[in-house]
Structures are given as structure tokens and as C-alpha cells.
């Protein structure tokens, strides 16, 4: 979904530049919170995971692709705003050495896959982790189900960005329905990558896992309270 | 230092070390964009086709930095020698921020 220059008028390119910068701002911030002996050297590694799987467009149906996003498998693995720190790097190098996503497109590109995938990503997942039992073998399946939704939402608020500043002049309403249809599929493929990376971090060390550890800390004292008990 | 978390259910028997984690992490990066990349779909993105069949795709400017040699994972090494910038720069910028915010808050961890 990189936007190329030219897509958005440039005043909607300068608003996105300002909200993307915001958000990379505040995720400096929060990031600090986030990274500790764990996430830390995890950080980069994710980025870097992230963009090797951006390279991998998979087909769905006639003769257009997609390929991850990684908003909510980054979220999830190292915390939310160290994720839009990650996405941030990753969509600044595709566009300044693989010519992949506009220069002035970048605010756009951080804003829609980046920080939209992350917020619903992370939002999902943690609404998912309230109202679902506190197991750690569905974390990995809470996560797929905030990274099916943060693909169509990426690709309806570019339909959104494209209603106030798209240079072109077509039906809203035939852009909206063709980007969520193709996106939902692609959607689809990153719930399965996102499903797959996170059951296997979770498999051989959870507590590498950011989004595991509230499940890990509530079983440990469950645990205990059942020994006491047994005993 | 964070709180000790032991897994009670199936704790595996022995521990995988964190620096192996890293380098498991490391080495399927550069498996999937040094090598499955050669076997990616090619046909255009979602956004590129959907501007495509509203005919809005030649809308699109051309590139600033198309001149890279990498531009549009060109080559054998592109995708090498992406993951291992993203690696260093998205690795030197949290190195960096809890550094700084570990002294910024007087070293309480």
C-alpha cells in the first residue's frame, strides 16, 4: 500500500507529514517505557523482520498482491510505540534506498501503514486479551485478529485521505469498496504471518513476547494460589 | 530489572538463550529477503491496481531517489542489504532512546 508521490495534493501530504512526525514524536516518548533488557535488543530485529516480509508480496486473486503490513505483529512483539518507531525506520529506508513509497509521501505512508496498523493492531489485541481468557496459547491468535482488522482500516483511511487531497477526480465510493475488497484479502495473509511469527516466539520464550506478559504475570500468581491450595 | 517470569506449564527443559532467539529472528530475515523474495508475486499491490482500474496510477510521480542502485529491490542483494540497514538503524535509534532514558531517569530500573 506505499502511496507514490503525486497520489495527495500536496497540503494533504504536509497535514500527514505533521501527524506522522507527532506520532513518531510522541512514540519516542512512549518507547522508553517499552524497551528494557527484553524488548530492547528485540527492536531492531523485529524492523528488520518486518521489512524482509514487506518483500514478500503474496497473490491475492487476479493479478494483484500484497504483502504484510506488520503493524500489530510489531506492536504485540515489542510494545506499540517502539513498533511505530520500528515501521518509521522501515518505511524511511524502502523510500530513501529502494524508491518504494513517496519522499513526500512519507508522512502518508508512516501514518496509514505504520501508525493506523499499530493503533489497530494493539487496540484489537488488547480489547481481545480483556474479554478473553487469560491463556498465553491465544495470544498468538489475538494478535492475527488485530492485524486482519488494521489492513482494512489502513486502506479505508486512505480512502479518507483521498477524499480531502486526492489529486484525481474519481467515485468515492467505487475507490472505497475496491481498496477494502483487495485489502481485506490481504488482510487475510497477514493474520496468517502475523499467527505464525508470534506462535513461534511464544513457543520457545513468551516472555520475549511484550503482549504476553500481563497473561505470564496473572498465571504465575494463579499458579501459586493452586499450590497453596494443593498443599 | 523487571519482575522474574517463570513459565509454570510446559516449561521447556532447557531455556532458549536470548542471544539465540536474535539470531534465529536475524537469520530468517535474511533468508525470506535474500532468498523467498526471488518467489514474491510481481503483479501490482493492492493500491497500485485499485489506481490502475479507476485510471488513476499515471497520476503517480516519478521517483526521487530511483537512481539508487537498489531502487525497486534491484539485484541479487537488495533485500541483504535492506534488513541489515533497518537492522542498524532501527537497532541504534532504541539503543539510543534507552540509554538516554535510562539516565534521563536517574538510572531508576
New interface residues.
Given amino acids: 500500500?506505499?502511496?507514490?508521490?503525486?497520489?495527495l495534493d500536496a497540503p494533504t501530504s504536509i497535514a500527514t507529514g505533521v501527524v506522522a512526525g507527532a506520532a513518531v514524536l510522541v512514540s519516542?516518548k512512549g518507547?522508553?517505557?517499552e524497551?528494557?533488557?527484553?524488548t530492547?535488543?528485540?527492536?531492531?530485529?523485529?524492523?528488520?523482520?518486518?521489512?524482509?516480509?514487506q518483500?514478500?508480496?503474496?497473490?491475492?486473486g487476479a493479478?494483484?498482491?500484497?504483502?504484510l503490513l506488520g503493524g500489530a505483529i510489531a506492536a504485540v512483539l515489542v510494545g506499540p510505540f517502539?513498533a511505530v518507531?520500528?515501521l518509521s525506520?522501515?518505511f524511511?529506508?524502502?523510500?530513501?534506498?529502494?524508491?518504494?513509497g513517496?519522499?513526500t509521501a512519507l508522512g502518508t505512508n508512516i501514518l496509514l501503514m505504520g501508525v493506523t496498523t499499530v493503533v489497530v493492531g494493539w487496540c484489537t489485541f488488547r480489547a481481545l486479551q480483556t474479554v478473553m481468557p487469560r491463556r498465553?496459547s491465544l495470544v498468538p491468535l489475538q494478535a492475527a485478529i488485530g492485524a486482519l482488522l488494521s489492513v482494512p482500516v489502513a486502506?479505508l483511511l486512505?480512502v479518507g485521505l483521498y477524499a480531502v487531497g486526492?489529486?484525481?477526480d474519481?467515485?468515492l465510493d467505487?475507490?472505497a469498496t475496491?481498496?477494502l475488497g483487495?485489502?481485506v484479502l490481504?488482510g487475510i495473509g497477514e493474520a496468517v504471518i502475523t499467527f505464525l511469527a508470534v506462535s513461534a516466539?511464544v513457543s520457545?520464550?513468551?516472555?520475549?513476547v511484550y503482549g504476553a506478559?500481563r497473561v505470564?504475570?496473572k498465571?504465575?500468581l494463579q499458579?501459586r494460589t493452586g499450590d497453596e491450595v494443593a498443599a | 530489572?523487571?519482575?522474574p517470569?517463570?513459565?509454570?506449564e510446559r516449561t521447556?527443559s532447557r531455556?532458549?538463550t536470548?542471544p539465540r532467539?536474535?539470531v534465529a529472528?536475524?537469520l530468517?530475515?535474511?533468508f525470506?529477503?535474500g532468498f523467498?523474495?526471488r518467489y514474491?508475486?510481481?503483479?501490482?499491490?493492492?493500491?497500485e491496481?485499485?489506481?490502475e482500474?479507476?485510471?488513476?496510477a499515471d497520476?503517480?510521480?516519478?521517483?526521487?531517489?530511483?537512481g539508487?542502485p537498489?531502487?525497486?529491490?534491484a539485484g541479487p542483494w537488495?533485500?541483504i542489504?535492506?534488513?541489515?540497514?533497518?537492522?542498524?538503524?532501527?537497532?541504534?535509534?532504541?539503543?539510543l532512546?534507552?540509554h538516554?532514558?535510562a539516565s534521563?531517569?536517574g538510572g531508576a530500573?
Wanted: aromatic share 6%; with cysteine.
Fill in positions: 500500500m506505499h502511496v507514490p508521490d503525486g497520489f519516542l518507547a522508553r517505557r524497551l528494557d533488557d527484553r530492547a535488543p528485540l527492536a531492531g530485529l523485529v524492523a528488520a523482520f518486518v521489512f524482509a516480509t518483500m514478500l508480496n503474496f497473490p491475492v493479478g494483484t498482491s500484497g504483502h517502539t518507531l520500528c525506520t522501515v524511511l529506508v524502502q523510500c530513501l534506498l529502494f524508491a518504494d513517496g519522499i498465553i486502506a486512505f486526492g489529486v484525481a474519481i467515485p467505487t475507490l475496491t481498496m483487495v485489502h490481504i516466539i520457545v520464550r513468551p516472555d520475549l506478559r505470564l504475570a498465571r504465575d499458579i | 530489572m523487571s519482575a517470569v517463570e513459565t509454570g521447556p531455556r532458549v536470548l532467539v536474535l529472528i536475524l530468517v530475515a535474511l525470506l529477503a523467498v523474495s514474491a508475486d510481481s503483479s501490482p499491490d493492492g493500491l491496481k485499485t489506481a482500474k479507476l485510471g488513476f497520476t503517480a510521480g516519478p521517483h526521487h531517489t530511483s539508487s537498489f531502487a525497486d529491490y537488495a533485500g542489504v535492506g534488513v541489515l540497514v533497518v537492522l542498524v538503524v532501527a537497532g541504534a535509534l532504541t539503543w532512546l534507552r538516554r532514558g534521563a531517569a530500573d
